[in-house]
């Protein structure tokens, strides 16, 4: 057996091969090499023993191209290749549920292979690399690694970062992020050429304090373990490896340079750690001792010597590799057609104990056979001092009501608010608009659902004062009925029209009984009884009105001219023409009715808020055209009010029908530009409901009131044979006269002066 050193070095390694290959003339046959710890320059022995048809097998050789069974027939390993230890390491990083992070890796085969593949798997299970960068092995300036340092920065987002570096790279950039502050932030990944012992991370300790470190899984030798903190330096002496060992672990010179300490050669190796990992070694060494006895057992079983050695060729012995089942110190080996053995990695962490102590520390296994990640996360250190995994992830998840919009990478994106009517996607990467009338359901669902529509409802405080004054409105109205119809041939109801005074008071009413319709809950029923009622009220009111006014004008007009009797002054013909107003303005609804229903609709003012309302359709030409006829009604009134304002004191019901009219006209001038400047159809029920109510409040308190007082209130001498009285300066004639004593229109005041006007004959 012989054994040398590569140093790391391809050159090197390519040297130091030559001592394996065949030296017949020396009478020396090697049949296997152990070795090397490194894929670069395994590589390269590899090659070399490949000519010679000499098996090898590598404990740490993990490069995938060392795979390849065209460049490399007669390679083998106990250790699982790179492409294995990147799905072990992906895994990790999908339990820890990681989505963006970045990675470095060094410019070689091993490196350039691993990118590969965590990029082939990162694609799969929706990683993003940040950053994806190539470290060249040329890189040993101090600018080269802040410029690295600031790229990690930069995308402090991605929190994790990978590191498939070799040394010295990943502990230059973790020195380089110490010095510009950024300390147990940043959780870092190592692959398994790094991240042994915690001396590698000297100096470095805060930066990288929990760090992920992957490795063989391997098993304690106990007994190798004994025997090599037994060996003494005077034992070993010549063996020139031994004596470099010695310098290391006991930090001393055997060569007595200036300066340095002396070292002392009393003594044993004693307590070490290096002996934790010495299986996968040992591996190598039992699987080639089995595979050797088991070609003798089979092919010469009695041979010895330089029979022996004939005997086991390179070829055949690899044959014997390749098929055979092995007994490792750690395992059963058994090598697959690529000289690849499966087994395990173990997951470490570089860990801070409780005496301040630094330690690489096993927290789990990723098993090859089963592909199956465990990890004891009581054992994890964050960095930070975080009790749990820190975000790695290029984009929080949206908020509720919020959609994606996908940036470049698949994992990072914005997230923009949906609109207050629309309603997110299953797969929330858009927005769509509510149908209307509906809502998205709770605010933030993926649905929606329709909206309760508002109304006026009976509960409502308007609703509860509209019925509350239509009620007293009512009373009013059946109070100044009954009070008329008790006293319908007094002269003084006798004098106020009184077949005309029996139709407004029935108009009043209506306007109060349509004021609960108003309030009830909008169908298509309340919706026809509004859009009749509305209109046809108010004309059952300001018909006859009219007429009262119209009369008195004609009268005393035509009382100035001549004797004769104006037409359509009778009671008879007055009535007939108020029923006429009345069936026109009925007509007028029927006509709009049929063309345009007035039915219940559902109305959303505003798309962008929650907010319905029902409420009956009234088209705007409908509800004026109809309402166009009582406004020219009021106005006629308003009109004969003004042209009679100078009739004698006698004759003054003309100046409160003045007063009812002109408080008509100000409340329709204001009512119209408030109904449809209101911005809710609750406040337009509203305004309809107190039009109706202050119509009736008026018409009764200067229409009717006066002439209730005055009948109960003011005594006065019933004038003789049923004469009515006026003032000797009127000009008018005794036609004129007769006809307002009979059904005409009087005065309150005609009843204080029966006793002093001369009486004038009926007719």
């Not at 691993?114 to 990162?122: E, G, P, T």
């Not at 059946?478 to 319908?488: C, E, N, P, Q, T």
Request: aromatic share 12%; proline share 5%.
């Amino acid at each position: 057996m012989k054994v040398v050193d590569t140093c790391r070095t391809e050159k090197i390694a390519l040297g130091q091969t030559f001592h394996f290959l065949p030296e017949r003339d020396l009478g020396q046959t090697v049949v296997g090499v152990v070795g090397d710890a490194f894929s670069s320059t395994t590589m390269i022995s590899a090659h070399l023993l490949s000519l010679y048809q000499i098996p090898q097998i590598s404990y740490g050789a993990s490069s995938d191209a060392l795979s390849d069974r065209e460049r490399f027939p007669y390679f083998f390993r106990t250790i699982l290749p790179d492409k294995i230890q990147v799905r072990a390491l992906m895994d990790v990083i999908s339990h820890y549920g990681w989505s963006y992070v970045s990675l470095f890796y060094v410019d070689d085969t091993y490196g350039i292979n691993a990118a590969k593949h965590i990029k082939a798997l990162a694609d799969e299970r929706n990683i993003c690399l940040a950053v994806n960068m190539k470290v060249l092995w040329s890189l040993n300036n101090k600018k080269g690694y802040e410029t690295i340092a600031d790229i990690i920065i930069k995308n402090r987002a991605a929190r994790v970062v990978i590191l498939f570096l070799t040394l010295p790279y990943p502990i230059r950039i973790l020195e380089t992020l110490q010095q510009k502050g950024e300390i147990g932030y940043f959780q870092f990944i190592a692959s398994e050429s790094w991240g042994y012992e915690p001396s590698e991370f000297m100096g470095v300790e805060n930066v990288g304090l929990g760090t992920i470190c992957f490795f063989m899984y391997t098993v304690p030798i106990p007994e190798f373990a004994e025997y090599f903190k037994s060996l003494s330096f005077e034992k070993e002496q010549n063996i020139t490896l031994f004596r470099k060992y010695w310098e290391v672990i006991k930090g001393c010179s055997l060569s007595k340079e200036a300066g340095a300490k002396e070292c002392e050669t009393n003594g044993t190796v004693g307590e070490t750690k290096d002996t934790e990992d010495v299986s996968l070694i040992l591996d190598s060494v039992y699987v080639f001792v089995q595979a050797i006895h088991n070609l003798r057992e089979e092919n010469c079983p009695h041979a010895k010597g330089a029979e022996l050695r004939n005997c086991v060729s390179g070829l055949k012995l690899t044959r014997y590799l390749q098929t055979g089942v092995f007994q490792g110190a750690s395992a059963n080996f058994k090598f697959d057609i690529y000289g690849n053995e499966t087994g395990k990695y173990a997951v470490r962490r570089f860990v801070k104990l409780e005496n301040g102590e630094y330690q690489v520390r096993s927290v789990g296994h990723w098993d090859g056979n089963t592909e199956s990640l465990v990890v004891d996360d009581d054992l994890v250190q964050w960095p930070g001092n975080l009790t749990e995994a820190p975000p790695s992830v290029c984009s929080q998840p949206c908020p509720a009501r919020h959609y994606k919009v996908q940036l470049e990478l698949p994992c990072c994106w914005e997230c923009r608010p949906c609109r207050e009517n629309e309603y997110l996607l299953q797969d929330g990467t858009n927005c769509l608009l509510c149908p209307e009338f509906y809502w998205p359901e709770n605010g933030n669902s993926t649905d929606s659902l329709k909206i309760s529509p508002r109304y006026l409802k009976i509960v409502d405080a308007f609703a509860v004062v509209l019925v509350l004054l239509a009620t007293i409105g009512v009373v009013q109205s059946l109070v100044i009925l009954y009070f008329s119809a008790k006293r319908r041939n007094h002269q003084l109801i006798k004098a106020c029209s009184r077949e005309l005074s029996f139709i407004m008071p029935l108009g009043i009413l209506l306007s109060c009984v349509f004021i609960y319709n108003m309030v009830a809950a909008p169908n298509n029923i309340t919706c026809y009884i509004r859009h009749f009622g509305y209109h046809v009220s108010l004309t059952i009111i300001y018909a006859p009105l009219l007429l009262r006014t119209n009369r008195i004008y004609r009268i005393f007009e035509n009382g100035k001219k001549i004797k004769k009797q104006p037409l359509l002054v009778t009671a008879k013909s007055q009535i007939f023409i108020s029923c006429c107003l009345i069936a026109v303005q009925m007509i007028i609804s029927v006509i709009w009715a049929s063309v345009r229903s007035p039915e219940a609709v559902l109305v959303m003012p505003i798309l962008t808020e929650q907010y319905v309302e029902l409420t009956c359709k009234l088209e705007t030409t409908t509800f004026l055209s109809s309402l166009g006829c009582n406004v020219l009604l009021v106005f006629a009134c308003t009109y004969y009010a003004f042209k009679t304002r100078r009739l004698p004191d006698n004759f003054n019901e003309s100046r409160f029908i003045g007063f009812c009219v002109y408080t008509t006209c100000f409340m329709w001038i204001a009512f119209i530009p408030a109904y449809y400047t209101a911005n809710s159809t609750i406040y337009k029920t509203v305004f309809l409901s107190m039009t109706l109510v202050f119509n009736s409040a008026v018409c009764t308190l200067c229409l009717f009131v006066p002439k209730l007082y005055a009948l109960y209130f003011i005594k006065s001498k019933p004038p003789a044979n049923n004469v009515a009285v006026v003032p000797l300066q009127n000009p008018m004639s005794r036609v004129d006269r007769s006809l307002i004593a009979t059904s005409g229109s009087t005065s309150i005041g005609t009843v204080n002066s029966l006793s002093t006007a001369p009486p004038v004959p009926k007719h």
